[in-house]
């Protein structure tokens, strides 16, 4: 009975091995889903449309010209109006089988010629798990919907609500 466990056991993590190198040769980002962190570059990068199903950096620009169209600068506080917005990196905690969270680095332009860089952080809205053997559960096909409100919560943090 022992040998049979054993066996199975190497049928297993050969299979997943299998699994692993052919998706590896296929582009899939095998490093992602090992490490549950997808990131790329927006400015040069076209995300792997297994993780993304649309971009969350488009979806928060639309949702920053919407909330500064409204209250004319970001944050509300800003001395300076906003002239340019340029994502410049996201992040993707893909470690949950039901959905991602991103961080969108942004470079936030005034018009008075200064500039600072803000992260900011919301969830998709849909996802699909993927579980294989002896590797972690990820979130995969995540969508990024509509935010509501993006609003400080520290120095360079930013949370933007989904609605």
């Known amino acids: 009975m022992k040998y049979i466990g054993k ?3 190497a049928v297993v993590i050969s299979a997943t091995l299998l699994v692993a190198i052919a ?14 962190v997808y990131t790329y570059d927006p400015r040069r990068d076209q995300p792997n449309q297994l993780i993304v199903e649309n971009r969350p950096e488009t979806v928060l620009i639309a949702a920053l010209q919407k909330q500064i169209a409204r209250d004319g600068t970001y944050p509300q ?3 300076a109006r ?3 917005l340029e994502p410049t990196r996201v992040e993707l905690q893909i470690g949950t089988d039901w959905h991602a ?3 969108v680095s942004m470079l936030l332009r005034y018009d008075d010629g200064t500039e600072r860089q803000e992260m900011f952080e919301f969830q998709s809205l849909n996802s699909e798990g993927f579980d294989l053997p002896l590797l972690p559960d990820v979130a995969l096909h995540n969508t990024f919907g509509r935010l509501t409100t993006c609003r400080k919560i520290t120095a360079i943090k930013s949370y933007c609500s989904v609605g």
Request: proline fraction near 4%; avoid cysteine.
């Open 7 to 9: 066996g199975l056991l």
């Open 23 to 36: 998706a590896f040769q296929a582009g899939f980002p095998v490093a992602a889903v090992a490490n549950r």
């Open 77 to 79: 506080d800003a001395t």
């Open 82 to 84: 906003i002239v340019n």
């Open 101 to 103: 969270v991103a961080y």
